[in-house]
């Protein structure tokens, strides 16, 4: 059945995505398939209202209620450009799908909404004094109605307002089936939160990556860049066990005290303890050779040097090899701080997508972030490969005019062999020499941040105001 799915106006590349993952984990979509989407009559591609097709009412009230992006999935019972186009739809639906919510032993309330428009108390009560054609036999209920109705007009608004163009009006009156809880992101909200590092995950969108990952009961999240624990929650909310690991022995064992650490998150929000939280490094992972294929998911936010640098132990004497290996005698091993050297992205990608093929189940799924710089407000779309993943989705944010971050979601689709180990290495060498010289240390901090010749001259950066698009599209 065809479902009008309402949107909220933001993050648009994310809306779509974030919909089909939570498909594949009610059960709604195979492997390798897609949901069908359609647009509705004179709709921009970046309108908020999309019909999209769906086998059951109860695949559609699960999908919304657990997405953050979907305002409201709704059983369309007519629309039209007029409200005589709209009754005529309305009186044209079949009975046997209309009269069972209209019956006298029911409550019900019905609620007018526009996008692009301000519509006032006395207008959106006209407008329903207008369905007086609908039978309705059964009792208001504003607070706690079983069913919900929803009256939703969209008009030209005559002026550019920085919303996907609408050519004509259209109004859609439907019976609410489910919707995101967007409760969730004050409460999770990062200014109530215990414990707050400068690379915190939003909550929105850290309840998005783990939509993405499939995060639910009885899965097992692992990030191995986990800070101060913002995406793991999230994950926990979802009810998956989670793991964590980072660099920094300050971050997961000490943080601010003894109440104010990552475990101190996880106790805020009542939600389950992570199983392990680890110091280790990405760049050397801690697992016993022949351990393989442990997480259902791997979710991360990987340094990429604009807010922060990555680090990897060794230190840059060791490294250079001006001084060799040491032990740390054992009365200075609980205070002492490993030396650390820079970590550059594409060495981190790299060693990122490595772990990923060994620890993860087939199936599984990796979700991280991944900066591009943008030209001619455009992007390059090429990005990391590895034999064992495929890509399915990639969801740009954009941050600024010079950069913005695309999240990446990749399915294991085979399992890690050594041959494979040596194709990803001649990949990697690939990208890193093709692709993403600007990827190594420093290059994406200074091209993020530094005023070239161009941008200093009056009217002639392509980054000025001026030349900001009319439609702002996906900077919402």
């Excluded at 909200?189 to 009885?218: I, V």
């Excluded at 490294?319 to 032990?327: A, D, E, I, M, N």
């Excluded at 941050?399 to 294991?412: A, G, H, I, N, P």
Aim: one cysteine or more.
């Amino acid at each position: 059945m065809w479902y009008l799915c309402v949107f909220y106006h933001r993050l648009l590349d994310y809306r779509i995505a974030e919909v089909e993952s939570l498909a594949h984990l009610f059960g709604v979509l195979e492997d390798g398939s897609a949901l069908q989407w359609k647009l509705p009559l004179h709709h921009h591609p970046d309108s908020p209202f999309h019909f999209v097709y769906l086998p059951s009412e109860d695949a559609a009230r699960n999908i919304a209620n657990r997405s953050i992006l979907v305002k409201g999935m709704y059983e369309l019972w007519g629309e039209g450009s007029s409200y005589d186009e709209l009754e005529e739809a309305i009186r044209n639906y079949p009975d046997e799908n209309k009269l069972p919510y209209l019956v006298a032993e029911s409550t019900f309330k019905i609620t007018v909404d526009s996008f692009g428009k301000i519509i006032s108390f006395q207008e959106q009560n006209d407008r329903i004094r207008g369905l007086t054609y609908i039978p309705f036999k059964g009792r208001v209920n504003l607070k706690n109605p079983e069913h919900k109705f929803w009256l939703i007009e969209t008009d030209d608004y005559g002026s550019n307002n920085g919303l996907p163009p609408v050519v004509q009006k259209r109004i859609f009156f439907g019976r609410e089936v489910g919707a995101a809880d967007r409760k969730l992101l004050p409460t999770y909200q990062l200014k109530s939160r215990t414990y707050l590092g400068p690379t915190a995950m939003d909550a929105e969108m850290a309840f998005l990556m783990a939509n993405q990952a499939l995060a639910t009961s009885g899965k097992l999240v692992y990030d191995p860049f986990v800070g101060t624990g913002s995406i793991l929650v999230a994950a926990a909310h979802f009810g998956a066990m989670t793991m964590g690991a980072d660099i920094d022995i300050r971050v997961v064992r000490d943080g601010r005290g003894p109440d104010c650490n990552v475990w101190s998150n996880f106790e805020q929000y009542q939600l389950p303890m992570p199983i392990s939280l680890l110091r280790a490094d990405n760049n050397l992972p801690p697992w016993r050779p022949g351990l393989k294929e442990v997480f259902d998911a791997i979710i991360c936010d990987p340094p990429y040097g604009v807010r922060a640098g990555g680090r990897k132990s060794g230190g840059r004497k060791l490294l250079k090899g001006v001084v060799g290996p040491y032990t740390v005698p054992d009365d200075k091993r609980t205070d002492h701080i490993p030396s650390t050297a820079a970590y550059s992205l594409v060495e981190c990608v790299h060693d990122l997508l490595d772990l990923a093929a060994k620890m993860l189940v087939l199936g599984g799924r990796l979700v991280y972030f991944y900066p591009v710089l943008r030209e001619d407000d455009s992007t390059d779309t090429h990005f990391p490969e590895h034999p064992c993943f495929k890509l399915i989705a990639s969801c740009e944010q954009i941050l600024s005019f010079r950069y913005s971050r695309v999240l990446l979601t990749m399915v294991k689709i085979g399992p890690y062999t050594e041959e494979i180990a040596e194709t990803a290495r001649l990949k990697h060498l690939e990208f890193k020499e093709n692709h993403v010289k600007w990827l190594e240390e420093g290059n994406l901090h200074a091209a993020v941040f530094s005023q070239s010749g161009d941008d200093a001259a009056a009217g002639n950066s392509k980054f000025s105001k001026d030349s900001k698009p009319k439609y702002r599209g996906k900077y919402v």
